[in-house]
RNA sequence: GGAGAGGUGGCUGAGUGGUUGAAAGCGGCUCCCUGCUAAGGAGUUACAGGAGGCAACUCCUGUCGAGGGUUCGAAUCCCUCCCUCUCCGCCA
């Protein structure tokens, strides 16, 4: 969420942001409501304040003896009663101004950063670095058709079980999942991450405060009966951890890393990524999130990227990493690197982790602050796959795929594992 | 799902209509004192919004789970909702 205090003071310079992304927006009335909202206050507050001086004159006289019915007293009451009528009349009027005020901004993407670079669309997107020989040629199989030789999933009975977008994961693919849920999980608290399990479904505030809703609703399961949701992201939990909170300084930064299943509607992406494990309604995740003092996050972020990339790395994973153009950014963030793996299956590079920096947009929406002294302000916050699991998976069915339809692990893994390759059951 | 209890400041916990944003204790911070010292004393210690100085501050308003109501005046009375806890049932 944007600063409606900016908002007031310097709509222009927010508007300049977003045009930047591509989005054309005028904030004059929006100026002229925030502005109009901060009348309406003051005006409010001088009323109140004289109307508690005559609930204390009242309280003060009957104190001293005088009696409660007596004219003197009627008159204050009086009073009091009109004050009230006015306030009452001004604060309906503030609370609709309000009202209207904030869905406006909660519909505002957050403005990118002056380091994003400027672009409508991926093309636009720039190449920072490559990691890895990326293999190249006739003959490699796409992640699918590998896995399903090896008896890895099922597509067709995960339709009968739930419908398209869901798989099974069978024998070695179950245990293959697993085990790299724990290999990310191991390597990100060796470096201080903090583990965390958070609960799979969310409540709206929690997906308003990561920036989800209320814009993305399509895009989340919904439980309606008991206004819950599936989380889409463990982001969305993360970020709720420390809403409402005000976090000494000398505790950030605080890392977490966090597995969970996400949930998503994928809706609007009909034929897209149809077989296999790259878009599914639910798939694995080990996710890393910050919360750090505002003037570091800039390091943080390289930081958690480099964090993310270790994965990779471990993996013998060929990438590149690719920094967002400001048309293709998240809406809460101001600056965004996907790691991209390659799959030569596919002949393709496909995104496995997305690393953003949000600022304090989720902070603003989530009401996250620091104390240093007397200094209260919003923390900053960022987030990184650490690996989005099924897209690793078929990473790794891709690079390690053999002539023979047997497919080598990457030598880390292999304790996790307990195998150094996938072979056909017998 | 049934029955009951409760939600107050960083924590414990008073407070049932009138200067109570809130006693007391603990914790935190600041200063002082000091051979009875793993001690003593004094002070200070919420957040948000707004106005002014536009910096260290001063003032106003709101906030005692949330929202509404009664009243000149509510943490305190009434209504609705949310949440937590205990017991029973069910259950991994």
């Known amino acids: 969420m944007l600063d409606h ?10 508007e300049k942001g977003l045009i930047r992304r591509g989005i054309k927006v005028d904030l004059t009335s929006l100026k002229l409501d925030s502005q109009k909202l901060n009348q309406i206050e003051q005006q409010r507050n001088q009323l109140q304040a004289e109307g508690n001086e005559v609930g204390k004159e009242v309280g003060k006289k009957i104190k001293d003896g005088i009696n ?8 204050l009451r009086n009073k009091g009663n009109e004050i009230k009528k006015k306030v009452n009349l001004l604060e309906e009027e503030e609370k609709e101004l309000a009202k209207l005020i904030q869905e406006q901004i909660l ?26 020989n990326t293999l190249r040629g006739e003959g490699y199989k796409e992640h699918w058709e590998i896995a399903e030789n090896l008896g890895l999933i099922d597509t067709d009975r995960s339709v009968r079980i739930a419908k398209s977008r869901f798989v099974t994961l069978f024998n070695q693919g179950a245990r293959l999942e697993r085990s790299l849920i724990n290999f990310m999980l191991d390597i990100h608290t060796s470096k201080g991450y ?9 409540n709206t505030a929690s997906l308003q405060g990561s920036g989800q809703l209320p814009k993305f609703s399509d895009e989340s399961f919904r439980c309606s009966e008991d206004d819950l949701w599936l989380t889409p992201t463990a982001e969305v939990p993360l970020t ?19 597995y969970s299943p996400c949930f998503r509607r994928e809706a609007g992406s009909y034929g897209r990524d149809t077989r296999g494990l790259i878009r599914l309604h639910q798939f694995n995740k080990v996710e890393l999130y910050w919360f750090v003092h505002p003037d570091k996050s800039k390091d943080a972020h390289e930081e958690i990227t480099s964090d993310a990339e270790s994965i990779l790395k471990a993996l013998e994973l060929p990438y590149r990493v690719i920094q967002l153009c400001t048309g293709d950014l998240g809406f809460s963030a101001s600056c965004t690197y996907d790691l991209e793996v390659w799959l030569p299956g596919a002949n ?14 989720q902070a603003r929406r989530s009401s996250i602050r620091t104390k240093s002294g007397k200094k209260t302000q919003l923390v900053h916050t960022l987030n990184a796959s650490g690996l989005a699991i ?35 059951a017998k």
């Open 348 to 361: 393709t590079f496909r995104e496995i982790s997305s690393s953003s920096i949000c600022d304090d947009f």
């Open 5 to 14: 205090r900016q908002v007031r003071e310097n709509p222009t310079l927010i």
């Open 194 to 202: 903090t583990e965390v399990l958070p609960p799979a479904l969310v």
């Open 240 to 258: 709720s951890l420390h809403r409402d909170e005000i976090i000494p300084h000398e505790k950030l930064p605080i890392k977490y890393v966090a």
């Open 390 to 424: 099924g897209r690793t998976m078929a990473a790794i069915l891709e690079n390690g795929q053999q002539p023979d339809g047997s497919v080598t692990l990457p030598e880390a893994l292999v304790p996790y594992f307990g195998d150094k390759q996938l072979k056909p």
């Open 107 to 132: 519909h505002l993407p957050n403005i990118p950063d002056l380091s994003c670079p400027n672009g409508n669309d991926e093309s636009d997107n720039l190449q920072i670095r490559t990691w890895g």
């Open 68 to 75: 409660p019915n007596s004219e003197e007293i009627t008159l």
